[in-house]
């Protein structure tokens, strides 16, 4: 008879006799129910098949037991269990299920795989191969305890480990309760005591196996028979087989601190057999170098890979060891692209044998290589698209989502955020943590979602038992906290000030422990309390950093720097301000000692852009130390570094030739592939005054016509305002853009921004487009339509700068009196005008109340008539953000404003804030002598 069809009798029978179910009958039993409830929908095995018979019987029968308890709570078996008597009265399993095929299909691989010993002469080994429960394999040992040997003690751990597989790889909660009620069962310490009586006669394979399996049930890494076990392995690992040699290194990952003394003579045990190893001993290798790839060095990765190489090109290489030659390739500081680019083909190849697991280590592996592989990411996020249409489980869909593009789908993102709210309430921490790790990346706007996601955080954080509290912080508070603190970044813009109340009270609690704190630890401290902004910080965190600050990496530095974007832009008490000083000196002085250890353009990168972005008030000595890596790794410089580059340039406002052209190289010789990258190119161009080559902009405007349906608004505009700085705005571009589709596309997309940033950057590069058409191109009859736009925003969004005064009173002495000038003056075309005077043909200064112009005005309308020849003069100051940041270089936004003042009539005179402030400008009399001579040159 079929298994499931006899346990599922079996628990019906029971219950028909009121004998309750015991707790491990109800994690079996819904174990089965749940992988069945699997088969049956993935191969819609429906009609003529009795599974939907037994399973219906199986819920009758347990439904006060099995699924109204919330422990045992399982809303896929639920789901289908309510289907089953609809699709019973709709003769979906019709008179001749009795006598269909009860045939279950077994995975006989993993049945084999789990086998360490064959069993064929030994009742009591296949008694144990036989066992389909917990009890039952206690059962026959128990039994047999008199008789046991070795090998059953070994078969017996590997099968209890082995049961959980029957709940699949997405029951977090069944199989962390069916570890427990291993280890909670009265002979689990009988077996643990033979295991570690008999650990120097028992052979290597379950040596091995029994101590990777006992970790992976839970046991503590300090007991004795772990204890026992580990001696034995480091006593023979230098004459296992690879087969053993592997598990153990397995095994030793299992540790919460891995020991990598011990990982490390594995490295040098590959070291010593790789070029004599025969082709299955390479694979296993993978794993064993994998596993200790912190230890292992270069060459030997390089070495192993090298080896793995010709295996991966002919497909015959098995997938797990592909995977881990991908985590291998992943830890070194040089990309091998050819090799990355035919374990792509490999993954092509295969993937119909992939499952969400594997596409999220995949995808997640490529991105930690920073290796763009279009078919690969398009055929992950087609398989990503089927597996989600049958997705049953939270976190199969989870991993699944880095996957799909949920910003071009609206209806994939609906699909998720129904499976995310259906099974959020249903969430342990680990599976939230997963959840918080992939919710900034929705975008989502469904505020819903985000509420059920915070009170089920929590309601986890609240029901944690004290003892577990420090698993809890150790395990799941900096996830927890890094995905609130991306909630609060746009587009979500969201809060949940309970949950973070109670972020903050571990965190303080976290601090106060006087050993064990990790520079990791403190720098995801220290983002989070910044990020709050809830006022000073405690003194505490101030004293942590202080005291590891040596040992900072970059990515810790880039968790602090992260936290100073909010305070940017509040107002603080001069106590917290003196902190954030402090805090940035500090990094600052973190950030230096780390460039030594750049050594590769991929680590450059990251290490300007996650600092940069996170921190604009950079040091300038480390902004020059940064950047002048570049020079040196210019020759690797390929098209997936051009974006982060860009961003670079942008954030940063730093002029480097020698860069900006490489970039627009890459977009030249990659015009196929450069995707929405040239209009970030050109917007970079634009920013710090960057002429490109003809050739640059002819392939720019090429692939802005081409793609101008997939752009967004706001690259469109970006690119076209670059066109109209570098006088190559082509009448096809300005038709495409003062069209009636655009202009709806622009309406549509601040109708969708939840972001006041994004809207106005919008809407002013609109403007600035608008402006640039009418003055530099009369000729395309382009309407000035943003007059009321610019009275209501660019008007009332005007600051003086400190530079004003002092220049207003150097004015009012060299023209003769304050009635010569007029402050603050708009044009036209609303181009901002800090002084504007007036000079007959004799350049003698003409009164401006007699005139009429007046400030804080536009299109003026003069009293009287000006005098023939007379001309205006248009004085702007330059303040120090108007300029590149490393060199006196006009930002293009200036280059064009004067280009345009001048088409209009104005002569333009620019006191640049160097120049006011100049040392040759220290007194007075200097100051008036060089405003004289710039006004009347």
Not at 498 to 521: I, N, W
Request: hydrophobic share 40%; with cysteine; aromatic share 10%.
């Amino acid at each position: 008879m079929n298994t499931l069809r006899r346990l599922i009798l079996y628990y019906y029978a029971y219950q028909k006799v009121n004998v309750t179910l015991s707790t491990a009958c109800k994690f079996r039993l819904q174990g089965f129910l749940l992988l069945e409830s699997r088969t049956v929908k993935q191969q819609h095995y429906i009609h003529s098949s009795s599974r939907y018979v037994y399973m219906y019987r199986a819920s009758a029968a347990c439904k006060q037991t099995l699924f109204d308890s919330h422990r045992f709570k399982c809303a896929p078996i639920n789901r289908h269990i309510m289907q089953l008597p609809a699709a019973l009265s709709e003769n979906r399993v019709d008179s001749e299920c009795s006598k269909a095929n009860h045939t279950q299909t077994n995975n006989q691989e993993d049945t084999e795989s789990s086998k360490l010993y064959p069993d064929n002469d030994d009742p009591v080994l296949a008694r144990i191969n036989q066992a389909y429960s917990v009890q039952d394999i206690y059962k026959v040992l128990e039994t047999n305890w008199e008789i046991l040997e070795q090998k059953h003690l070994c078969q017996s751990v590997v099968n209890l480990w082995e049961l959980q597989k029957v709940y699949g790889n997405f029951a977090v909660e069944s199989v962390k309760h069916h570890c427990i009620e291993v280890m909670n069962h009265t002979m689990y310490p009988s077996l643990c005591m033979q295991l570690e009586k008999h650990a120097e006669s028992l052979d290597d394979k379950g040596l091995v196996c029994s101590l990777m399996y006992l970790l992976k049930l839970g046991s503590d890494p300090t007991a004795t028979v772990i204890t026992k076990l580990l001696s034995e392995c480091q006593d023979r690992y230098l004459t296992m087989e690879p087969s053993a040699l592997s598990r153990y290194s397995v095994a030793l990952s299992q540790f919460p601190q891995p020991p990598f003394h011990l990982l490390g003579k594995i490295a040098q045990t590959v070291k010593e057999q790789i070029d004599f190893a025969a082709t299955e001993d390479l694979f296993l290798f993978a794993v064993c170098l994998q596993k200790a790839v912190m230890v292992t060095s270069v060459e030997l990765k390089a070495r192993l890979l090298g080896l793995l190489h010709p295996f991966i090109i002919d497909q015959s290489a098995p997938l797990f060891a592909v995977i881990r030659a991908m985590e291998i390739c992943a830890s070194l500081a040089e990309t091998n692209e050819e090799l990355l680019d035919d374990i792509a083909k490999y993954f092509l190849g295969v993937m119909d044998g992939i499952g969400a697991i594997g596409i999220y280590r995949i995808s997640g592996l490529f991105k930690q290589c920073h290796y763009t592989h279009d078919k690969l990411f398009d055929a992950l996020h087609e398989k990503s698209v089927g597996l989600m249409a049958k997705c049953e489980s939270l976190v199969e869909c989870v991993n699944l989502l880095p996957n799909l593009f949920l910003g071009s789908d609206p209806e994939m993102l609906g699909i998720v955020e129904k499976i995310l709210l259906r099974d959020i309430t249903d969430c342990v921490l680990p599976v939230l943590c997963r959840v918080g790790l992939i919710l900034p990346d929705l975008q989502t706007k469904n505020r819903q979602l985000l509420d059920a996601f915070s009170k089920q955080v929590l309601n986890s954080l609240q029901n944690v038992k004290k003892e577990e509290t420090d698993e809890v912080v150790h395990n799941f508070l900096s996830k927890l906290c890094s995905s609130f603190v991306k909630l609060r970044r746009w587009p979500h813009m969201y809060r949940n000030r309970d949950v973070e109340g109670l972020l903050y009270k571990l965190l303080l609690t976290e601090l106060r422990k006087q050993l064990g704190m990790q520079p990791a630890s403190v720098a995801w401290i220290a983002q989070f309390m910044l990020t709050l902004n809830r006022g000073r910080l405690p003194l505490l965190l101030i004293e942590r950093i202080s005291a590891v600050l040596p040992q900072f990496s970059v990515p810790q530095i880039n968790y602090i720097a992260s936290g100073f974007r909010v305070h940017s832009r509040t107002r603080h008490h001069s106590l917290l301000e003196q902190q954030l000083s402090y805090l940035n000196h500090m990094m600052h002085y973190a950030a230096l000692k780390q460039l030594n250890s750049i050594t590769n353009l991929n680590s450059l990168t990251f290490t300007v852009s996650q600092f940069v972005h996170r921190n604009q008030d950079i040091d300038e000595s480390v902004l020059n130390e940064l950047m002048d890596q570049y020079l040196k790794f210019l020759p690797d410089f390929r098209i997936q570094h051009v974006l982060p580059t860009a961003r670079i340039l942008l954030a940063t406002r730093y002029y480097m030739p020698e860069l900006a052209d490489r970039l627009c190289r890459c977009v030249v010789e990659n015009e196929q592939t450069i995707g929405r990258q040239f209009a970030v190119v050109l917007y970079v161009c634009n920013l710090i005054n960057y002429s490109p080559c003809r050739e640059m902009l002819e392939t720019s405007v090429r692939l802005l016509l081409r793609h101008k349906d997939e752009l967004s608004a706001l690259d469109t505009l970006h690119a076209a305002v670059a066109f109209g700085l570098f006088r190559y705005l082509d009448r096809a571009v300005v038709d495409a853009i003062f069209h009636l589709n655009f202009l709806e596309k622009v309406d549509k997309e601040l109708e969708d921004s939840t972001s006041f940033s994004y809207t106005n950057r919008l809407r002013d590069s609109l403007m600035r487009l608008n402006r640039c058409a009418c003055l530099d191109y009369p000729e395309y009859d382009v309407p000035w339509f943003h007059e009321q736009y610019c009275r209501d925003s660019v008007v009332k969004s005007r600051r003086e700068h400190y530079l004003t005064a002092s220049i207003r009173d150097s004015l009012a002495v060299v023209l003769g009196g304050a009635d010569f000038f007029v402050e603050n003056v708009f044009t036209p075309y609303y181009y901002h005008i800090d002084f504007e005077c007036m000079f007959d043909k004799g350049y003698e200064p003409l009164s401006c109340k007699e005139l009429g112009l007046k400030s804080w005005t536009c299109n003026n309308v003069l009293i009287q008539e000006p005098p023939a020849d007379s001309f205006r003069v248009a004085v702007c100051v330059l303040p120090q953000q108007l300029f590149c940041a490393n060199e006196q270089l006009l930002l293009g936004t200036e280059v064009m404003k004067r280009r345009h003042l001048e088409i209009m009539g104005y002569k333009v005179v620019h006191i640049a804030h160097f120049e006011w402030n100049s040392m040759q400008l220290g007194d007075r009399s200097a100051k008036l002598t060089f405003l004289r001579k710039k006004l009347l040159s």
